[in-house]
């Protein structure tokens, strides 16, 4: 059974000169994050997107020479913590375009942080929350259309 998924973007890790000769391959569909990494023990790891929390892009001298760049990823996944989308082309694109599809799986999934929620002072009333920290919210009149109150 072969499944196929929806691709957004995808790359490899960059080494030498800018060329990807590397066995680190990402992509990314509407909902997820995929990192396969490997040649004899292969490996693929996986992020939903509305448990990322924060983006940020480096880009080293050697980068900004080659068109490279390396985008942090700060998650609140379990298995795969805080990671490197590492040495990748058109880095600024890629970031506003994770950034986008993050906000938009946060809204379908009706996530919020708590640091949003501080107003709440331990009254989760419509919400509940998982062991992350992300409170999910109940209530379709708490949301405009952007996940704002």
């Not at 009706?110 to 999910?136: A, P, T, W």
């Amino acid at each position: 059974m072969s499944i196929t998924r929806q691709i957004l973007w995808k790359d490899r890790k960059r080494i030498l000169f800018g060329l990807p000769w590397s066995f680190t391959k990402y992509s990314l569909s509407p909902d997820r994050l995929f990192i396969e990494s490997g040649i004899i023990n292969a490996r693929e790891d996986e992020v939903r997107l509305y448990r990322i929390l924060d983006l940020s892009l480096n880009r080293s001298f050697w980068q900004r020479l080659f068109g490279l760049g390396t985008i942090h990823c700060c998650s609140g996944d379990k298995s795969m913590g805080d990671f490197d989308i590492k040495n990748i082309k058109k880095p600024r694109e890629v970031k506003e375009l994770l950034s986008d599809t993050v906000e938009k799986e946060r809204v379908r999934n009706r996530v919020v942080n708590r640091e949003n929620l501080s107003h709440h002072d331990g009254d989760e009333g419509e919400h509940s929350h998982d062991d992350d920290g992300y409170y999910h919210d109940h209530d379709d009149d708490d949301f405009d259309d952007h996940g704002h109150h």
